[in-house]
């Protein structure tokens, strides 16, 4: 089935919703944690994904410590079904440790979509918890709510658990919800220090949304 233009943004606007800006989830994951990059470090993150219809999306963000908060900038381009669609998202991330092993953080990301007026579509709150239950296992809690600017505001919400047998070895499990769609996501990322690439499948459980495949990378810079 084809794809109409407008449906194209409206999955790009999803596909922006479900990625957020070490040790927990983050990157193109939907679950995000309580954790801010070290005074005077900066973050680049890229990932591929493709989805069960064949849309494809290619996301580049760039994020960075600024004081208390980690400022962010991201662009994706979506691809598939007949049309395609840009947009960009900011970030601003807040995050502190509460207790030993526990944390609490809030995340704030506006959208804006190319080649549509308004071209704010929406912002994204989301309030995280995220428990180290042991040296191996951390424990991530979204709680949060889309502001959509032409549309029904939506509940955003998941739960993850990221799991490391081995220093530098990550696999990350989810459940989430978003766009009206119920999501589990199996991946694993493996962390060379200052690069990290990951991997990840998201298998629709209810609602309109696809499957997905997703690649990334992630590149650190900054003080050592």
């Given amino acids: 089935m084809r794809t109409t233009r407008g449906t194209g943004r409206t999955l790009l606007v999803a596909a922006l919703l479900a990625a957020p800006a070490a040790f927990g989830a ?10 801010i ?4 470090e900066c973050e680049q993150e890229d990932w591929f994904t493709r989805n069960q219809g064949g849309e494809r999306q290619l996301h580049a963000g760039f994020n960075c410590r600024a ?6 900038l991201a662009g994706d381009h979506a ?4 049309g395609s669609s840009t947009a960009w998202n900011a970030e601003v991330k807040w995050a502190r440790e509460l207790a030993p092993g526990l ?10 979509v190319a080649h549509r007026h308004p071209r704010h579509a929406m912002t994204r709150a989301v309030g995280i918890v995220t428990w180290n239950a042991a040296r191996e296992v ?36 989810e459940r989430f919800a978003e766009e009206r769609t119920q999501f589990v996501r199996a991946g694993a990322r493996w962390d060379a220090g200052r690069w990290k690439v990951d991997f990840s499948r998201a298998q629709r459980l209810a609602g309109p949304s696809p499957s997905s495949w997703t690649i990334g990378f992630t590149l650190a810079f900054g003080e050592e």
């Fill in 26 to 35: 983050g990157g193109h994951h939907a679950v995000d944690d309580a954790t």
């Fill in 37 to 40: 990059l070290p005074p005077g």
């Fill in 67 to 72: 004081g208390p908060v980690e400022l962010g």
């Fill in 79 to 82: 691809h598939g079904g007949g």
């Fill in 103 to 112: 944390a609490l953080g809030v995340d704030l990301q506006p959208v804006w």
């Fill in 138 to 173: 951390a424990l991530h809690l979204n709680v949060g709510r889309e502001f959509v600017r032409a549309g029904r505001d939506l509940a955003c919400y998941g739960v993850a658990v990221d799991w490391s047998p081995r220093e530098r070895l990550t696999f990350t499990g």
